[in-house]
């Protein structure tokens, strides 16, 4: 399997991609072309676990690139931490609606779908080549706990993870400062969250100092995090094709970075039947305007209560764009060029429109929808839902006609205690856990909003 940029570099392979993260022409790696599973392949999913389904339908896209008694390990011990034998499992919430929970890994939330997987194939990747990393992360909440379970204890990288001091909730906060880990360096930076990004922005622009330290970042561009994502849409319907026979399947994505929906994409691609992609979004809608309206245009980020979702450029996109302008690379990057002046795309046309409205659909969902869904939800399900989730599950309301349709649940309501009491006024506590990481010791370091200062902190750690 070989992989191209959508801005025209390569072919190179699936262990270059791990190591590059972006493509060295600013674009983002896609496969050169998709695998297609046949329909007896995909019947037999049927009869596998969930870690084995994620062997079957990786192990293409990696190729020699990790061998496979080594993938198999990695993929048994990332998903063998989750707490859920199924991984994740599938609840009926009415008749042809399911809810598919992604968030039972180690910090809750659905990216430790992807960086249980990512850290130890980074880990194998840097010690085939000798070499170490650095990571350094920007995070408001969600990524960064996930990103540190992912790689913490890791002998080749080291991981600087910066989040807004005092922003962040308590539980996220103790997430990153209780790894116990000596690789893991959580810096509170006296600030906002768009100050951290700033900084790591303003680092990894200072080549010499990105290369004396090996950096490299986990964000969501990265294939090897996407890749782990397609597993659960083949799971899901190795699960429920027996429940609706002859009836194509649609899903509810709650969508922001557009990782997750485009996961689904690919999932589609590779020869699953799927009827829709129902993209869910909040009021920073610019992935719901397009689909519906062909106006890809930015505007200013609106805080939410489905704060992962708080997204105005969704950086997954151009991977679909540049399927949609026929893998013209020129094309797309006269396109990216446009948005990034006028901070709009050019309209597609007619038949393209019309292609991606065959794929996808989309619903935008009001914060007034998002906390009577969640209250419905408790109150005539009796199931407590997150506000992300809610998004999806409210989406997928209005849209009747995608049923049979899962619906893709992306946190645990824990993690969003405020939203839940505003909708539901009840209260949950992971006693255990939160017990548990009470009682260890939080380790990190405040620093000012001020790229030098961590710079030189990142030095004085290596
Ligand atoms: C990241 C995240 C999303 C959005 O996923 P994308 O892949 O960025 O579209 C949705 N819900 C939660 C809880 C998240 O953390």
Same mark, same amino acid.
């Given at each position: ?25 600013? *674009? ?68 042809? !609606? ?8 180690? !910090? ?10 990512? *850290? ?59 790894? *116990? ?19 790591? &922005? ?43 026979? *002859? ?95 006028? &901070? ?81 006024? &009840? ?36």
């Amino acid at each position: 399997m070989h992989y191209i940029s959508t801005r025209g570099f390569g072919p190179v392979n699936f262990r270059t991609t791990v190591l590059d993260g972006l493509a060295p022409d600013g *674009g983002l790696y896609v496969p050169a072309s998709y695998p297609k599973f046949s329909r007896e392949e995909l019947e037999e999913l049927s009869f596998l676990s969930y870690e084995d389904i994620a062997d079957k339908i990786m192990s293409p896209f990696i190729g020699d690139s990790v061998p496979s008694d080594i993938l198999s390990q990695i993929i048994k011990t990332a998903y063998g931490k989750f707490n859920d034998i199924e991984v994740t499992p599938l609840i009926q919430y009415e008749e042809d !609606t399911w809810i598919m929970e992604l968030f039972h890994g180690p !910090t809750f939330a659905f990216k430790d779908i992807a960086m249980q997987f990512l *850290g130890p194939i980074l880990e194998y990747t840097l010690g085939e080549e000798g070499t170490n990393a650095t990571v350094i992360g920007a995070t408001s909440g969600d990524t960064g706990p996930a990103a540190i379970e992912g790689l913490k204890n890791s002998d080749n990288i080291n991981v600087f993870m910066l989040y807004p001091h005092n922003r962040t909730s308590a539980i996220q906060r103790m997430q990153m400062t209780t790894s *116990g880990s000596q690789n893991i360096f959580p810096i509170a930076i006296e600030g906002t969250f768009d100050d951290c990004q700033n900084i790591v &922005k303003e680092l990894f622009s200072d080549l010499a100092f990105k290369e004396k330290i090996n950096a490299t970042s986990i964000n969501s561009i990265s294939w090897a995090r996407l890749l782990p994502q397609m597993v659960y849409y083949f799971f899901a319907w190795s699960r429920l094709r027996d429940v609706v026979p *002859g009836k194509e399947i649609s899903f509810s994505v709650p969508t922001g970075n557009f990782g997750d929906a485009f996961a689904g994409y690919l999932a589609m691609q590779c020869g699953l039947p799927i009827k829709s992609i129902l993209v869910a979004t909040n009021s920073n809608d610019i992935l719901t305007r397009f689909i519906n309206n062909n106006d890809y245009s930015s505007h200013a980020v609106k805080p939410t209560r489905s704060p992962s979702m708080d997204i105005q450029i969704a950086s997954n996109f151009e991977r679909l764009l540049f399927d949609i302008y026929g893998r013209d690379s020129d094309v797309l990057k006269h396109a990216m060029r446009e948005f990034k002046q006028h &901070k709009a795309l050019p309209k597609i046309n007619d038949l393209q429109i019309d292609e991606t409205r065959s794929i996808f659909s989309a619903e935008s969902i009001s914060e007034v929808d998002t906390l009577k869904m969640m209250s419905e939800s408790d109150f005539t399900h009796n199931i407590l839902i997150d506000p992300h989730t809610a998004v999806g599950l409210a989406a997928a309301k209005k849209h009747p006609e995608l049923k049979p349709i899962v619906s893709l649940a992306t946190a645990h309501p824990l993690k969003f205690p405020s939203a839940l009491k505003e909708a539901t006024a &009840k209260e949950l506590l992971f006693d255990d856990e939160l017990d548990k990481m009470m009682k260890t010791e939080e380790v990190f370091d405040i620093l000012p909003p001020d790229a030098e200062l961590v710079r030189q902190y990142i030095l004085d750690n290596l």
